[in-house]
């Protein structure tokens, strides 16, 4: 007998969520990065490099926030589809998801400075490496929550949403 159908329409959702909300927290580090990359180690074109910063950000927040979703969705359908219920470790799953995926944002947007900038600074990668795996721990574990609430609406024996049932 095959497993029921999962419902797709919260997974879609919290996708639709999170990517864009990890776009724009990230264009906004970015903006923060390289602002904080001209006022420590003297960047050359701080304008530039700034509105680069957000833009860099946003590429690796988006693509970030991509990868988050295609595991923590993966996930989800598989133990709904072997147990019928997938909030076990989800807001772990979520962190630990993130914590990776604010690594990949991270690297693009410094690595995309430093090639802008035209130079290369250890400490201002492993900076800002450290305040991505910290932010990332912490929004994946927030975007897990999001995940586990979704997970409980996917379930196929859960009454749709807007329904009175008890």
């Not at 919290?14 to 390289?34: D, E, K, Y």
């Not at 595991?71 to 219920?85: Q, Y």
């Amino acid at each position: 007998m095959s497993p029921p159908p999962v419902r797709t329409g919260p997974l879609i959702w919290l996708a639709v969520i999170v990517c864009p909300l990890a776009a724009g927290f990230t264009g906004w580090l970015g903006g923060l990065a390289a602002m904080m990359y001209q006022l420590y180690w003297g960047a050359a074109g701080a304008v530039n490099l700034r509105s680069a910063g957000m833009l860099l950000g946003l590429v690796g927040g988006l693509l970030g926030g991509m990868a988050w979703c295609a595991l923590i969705l993966g996930v989800i359908v598989r133990r709904l589809r072997r147990t019928g219920d997938a909030s076990g470790r989800i807001v772990a799953w979520g962190a630990f998801a993130g914590h990776g995926a604010a690594v990949l944002a991270g690297g693009i947007l410094l690595g995309g400075m430093m090639v802008l900038n035209g130079e290369w600074n250890a400490r201002a990668v492993l900076a800002g490496l450290v305040v991505s795996a910290v932010a990332g721990l912490a929004l994946g574990a927030l975007a897990g929550l999001l995940a586990w609430g979704a997970a409980a609406m996917a379930r196929p024996d859960a009454p749709p949403p807007g329904s009175r049932a008890s």
